[in-house]
């Protein structure tokens, strides 16, 4: 999903935009401190991201919003290919 809305700017604002506000809900759950500074980190990260291309306008939200589907979609093929 994330590398289809990758493609345009306001899709990737979106979709970064709920990356970041699923991160911040899961700050709720998180069971230790490492897992709330890497919430925040990327939180934060994204946030930055967000801001640099509504400002500057520069292609790097949709290249960040690419960057995290192709690995999310990387790990995920490696894990189902690690269970066989």
Partial sequence: VFVILSGDRIASTVAASVFVFALLVS????????????????ALFTLL?????????????????????????????YDIYDDL
């Fill in 27 to 42: 700050l709720r759950y998180s069971p230790n401190s490492t897992m709330v500074g890497l919430c925040l980190f990327f």
């Fill in 49 to 77: 991201f967000i801001l640099l291309e509504w400002l500057v306008f520069s292609p790097l939200l949709q290249f960040l919003t690419l960057y995290y589907g192709v690995s999310i979609g990387t790990f995920s093929v």
